[in-house]
């Protein structure tokens, strides 16, 4: 009987995307992705184990325990979180089928401590503190200067 991997509540970043356990969301630049509970459970359970090989049994046991599933319909959610992904575009890639075997995810993974702070806002900041300024922002308008001068 395969252990079930206890939730970790931390977010994984990879590539331009973070996720969530916690917060069972996906992001990519701060955006907020759409991905089905199912398909969310896959790409947990695959990026937690980066480089390994996960069975296609194992995962339909870990997605839809106590339910009798084709494989059919794990390669439907697999390949919508492909397309999440955009997999394979740009030469991206972070799911790999291992014929006759299973599935790895195949992207470098960096495993960040969940906070209170959303990921978005982290984005927004990041933005704001690394925006490009301009040399003259802290002159007044010519508008203003031009008043002064009179």
């Given at each position: 009987?395969?252990?079930?991997?206890?939730?970790?509540?931390?977010?994984?970043?990879?590539?331009?995307?973070?996720?969530?356990?916690?917060?069972?969301?996906?992001?990519?630049?701060?955006?907020?992705?759409?991905?089905?509970?199912?398909?969310?459970?896959?790409?947990?359970?695959?990026?937690?184990r980066p480089g390994e090989?996960?069975?296609?049994?194992?995962?339909?046991?870990?997605?839809?325990?106590?339910?009798?599933v084709e494989e059919g319909?794990?390669?439907?959610?697999?390949?919508?979180?492909?397309?999440?992904?955009?997999?394979?575009?740009?030469?991206?890639?972070?799911?790999?089928?291992?014929?006759?075997?299973?599935?790895?995810?195949?992207?470098?993974?960096?495993?960040?401590?969940?906070?209170?702070?959303?990921?978005?806002?982290?984005?927004?900041?990041?933005?704001?503190?690394?925006?490009?300024?301009?040399?003259?922002?802290?002159?007044?308008?010519?508008?203003?200067?031009?008043?002064?001068?009179?």
């Open positions: 009987m395969p252990v079930a991997l206890a939730m970790v509540h931390r977010t994984l970043r990879f590539g331009p995307f973070e996720l969530s356990g916690s917060k069972r969301v996906l992001w990519c630049n701060g955006v907020t992705l759409p991905l089905g509970s199912r398909a969310f459970d896959i790409l947990v359970y695959l990026a937690e090989v996960i069975g296609k049994n194992e995962l339909i046991d870990h997605v839809w325990s106590n339910v009798t319909s794990l390669r439907v959610h697999v390949t919508a979180i492909r397309k999440a992904l955009r997999d394979g575009q740009f030469g991206n890639r972070y799911i790999a089928n291992v014929r006759g075997r299973g599935y790895s995810f195949v992207g470098s993974v960096v495993r960040l401590e969940d906070n209170t702070e959303h990921v978005s806002d982290w984005h927004m900041k990041a933005r704001l503190r690394y925006a490009p300024v301009s040399p003259n922002a802290h002159r007044r308008p010519s508008k203003l200067r031009s008043v002064r001068l009179r």
